[in-house]
């Protein structure tokens, strides 16, 4: 009786410490992506790592770090011409390859974790809010500096953010364009 009162104590201590932590961006990827695309075959983490070499192989990275990640964002929204002529990450985002269904589901689980974020997190719930304004979207540079003010080196680095840039740079791929 005591270990099982024991047992249920050190679990309940663990729940609340997880609890008081901030909110680790790439638990969305660990919870919605990587469970799904090991299941499939794919390594998400390995795929991230690999594309993101190869920008900086071709010199749309200056290297792996997060603020370069944001320079790369600032040369989207300051100006309107510029394009990354680079392969496209849709051409070996595992995302494409899964059935309508597991697709829905990832993206049903990608929602329920950023709303979970932000209930335990503010900075998170002030970034969406600030995603979602009016004013925001039609002003990218306040979306730059709101990216700026708001994430953590750590969140810069982490393999979510870089998987949804990477889905952002694929929007001013000219190979995408049609």
Known sequence: MKI?????CLLA????????????IDEVLLQCYETTYKD?????????KDYESLLVKEGVLNDDS?????????NIYSDSDFRISAPTFQDI??????DNKTKMDVIECEREMIELAKQTDSKWAKLSGNFQSQETNKNPKQMYEDMVASLSENDL???????KMF????MVNPKLEN
């Open 4 to 8: 099982k009162l024991l047992v249920t």
């Open 93 to 98: 985002d595992p995302f494409f390859k899964l």
């Open 40 to 48: 499939k075959g794919y390594n998400i983490k390995i795929i991230i």
């Open 66 to 74: 997060g603020e370069s990640y944001l320079q790369v964002i600032q």
């Open 13 to 24: 201590l663990s729940i609340m410490s997880c609890n008081d932590r901030p909110f680790q």
């Open 167 to 170: 889905r952002l740079f694929d």
């Open 157 to 163: 680095n982490s393999y979510y953010f870089k998987l």
